[in-house]
C-alpha cells in the first residue's frame, strides 16, 4: 500500500534483505539508501520493457509426421523484474504473435546463420473442419495441414516448462508496445524509468 509500506525482511548468512515481491531482494542497507534517495517508489501500473522473446518449439505434423517449428512470446518483464504475461484467445486471428510486425521479424530471422535452420510451420489463414470457421493458424510447411490450437496450446504449455524448445531470439522492440497493466506496487527499475 502507498499509504502504508511494508516490506518483508529476510535473514540470511548473518545479514538482513527487503524482499520487493520477490522482483528483487535488496540488502538493507541499500534499499534505504535507495527508498530515501527516490529509487524506489509507488507505481500504480506494471509496464513492459520493450523487449521481447520469441521461443521456438519443434512440432510434428499429425498428417505427414515431418517436423516444423512453431513459436510463442515469452512472458515480458517489467524494469523492476516483474513478469509480464499475455493472454491469447484460442481459434482467433487476432493472435499477438500472428501481428504483421512480429511475423517481419521472425521471417529476418529465420534468414539469419542461426535462424536458417529452424523449419518454421506456415502463419495464414486456414479452415478448421473441427471449429467450423477460418482463422489465422500454424500450419505444416510440407503439406499445408493445419495444427489445431487446442493442439498447438498442449505443446506450448510443455515448451514453458523446456520440453522441445530449440531457439529463442531476443530483440528491441521498435513498435508499439503496450501492455501496461493496473497494478499496484513498490518499484525499484535500476537504470530503467519507473513502470508509471
Known sequence: MEDLP??????ERNDIYVSLKGRK????DSFINDFISGKIKFCHTLNALPQMT??????????CGKINHIYFIAPFRSACNTEITHEESMW??????????ILKIIKDYSAT????????????ERFSH?????YMSFGCNHCDSIFGDFYVMECLIEAY?????????????????????DIPHWCHPGEHPFCE
Not at 511494508?6 to 535473514?11: M, Q, R, S
Not at 531482494?25 to 538493507?28: G, I, N, R, S, V
Not at 482467433?92 to 510486425?101: A, C, D, I, M, V
Open 113 to 124: 546463420k542461426k535462424g536458417v535452420k529452424l523449419d518454421l510451420a506456415i502463419v495464414k
Open 6 to 11: 511494508i516490506f518483508k525482511l529476510i535473514e
Open 25 to 28: 531482494k535488496l540488502q538493507l
Open 54 to 63: 520469441i521461443v521456438f518449439v519443434e512440432f510434428p505434423c499429425w498428417k
Open 161 to 181: 516448462n523446456g520440453v522441445g524448445v530449440v531457439d529463442t531470439h531476443t530483440f528491441d522492440v521498435d513498435f508499439n508496445l503496450d501492455l501496461r497493466q
Open 92 to 101: 482467433t486471428s487476432k493472435k499477438y504473435s500472428f501481428r504483421p510486425e
Open 130 to 134: 473441427t471449429m467450423g470457421k477460418s
